[in-house]
């Protein structure tokens, strides 16, 4: 059994910074590669990036350059940072947990947190 729970989302400003945290419990965490995903009202869930075991990273275009992935696996924890924020970025964000780093679809992943909501006003 894998648990995810994501935290740190907010209200800011466009061009601001926010760090999104996941913390996992479960045996098989570390061997997993996770993803964050974001699910804007009335839009299809998107993936945001992955992040491998060791650390390899893959992001989707929207956020190359400005998100940035990151695990503490000895901690159990991943973590989104989010700078120059948009106000097109506003969504719940997912985290997730997969077998690939290079997977981007929201079916191929097996655990799920709640959901963090980020909000950036224009």
């Known amino acids: 059994q894998v648990q995810l729970v994501e935290s740190g989302g907010g209200l800011v400003q466009a061009g601001g910074s926010l760090r999104l945290s996941c913390a996992a419990s479960?045996?098989?965490?570390?061997?997993?590669?996770m993803a964050w995903f974001r699910q804007a009202p009335g839009k299809e869930r998107e993936f945001v990036g992955a992040i491998s075991w060791s650390g390899n990273t893959n992001y989707a275009d929207s956020v190359k350059g400005r998100f940035a992935i990151s695990r503490d696996n000895a901690k159990n924890s991943v973590y989104l940072q989010m700078n120059s924020l948009k106000p097109e970025d506003t969504a719940v964000y997912y985290c997730?947990?997969?077998?690939?780093?290079?997977?981007?679809?929201?079916?191929?992943?097996?655990?799920w947190g709640q959901g963090t909501q980020v909000t950036v006003s224009s």
């Open positions: 997730a947990g997969s077998g690939s780093w290079l997977e981007k679809r929201s079916t191929a992943y097996n655990y």
């Open positions: 479960g045996r098989t965490f570390s061997g997993y590669a």
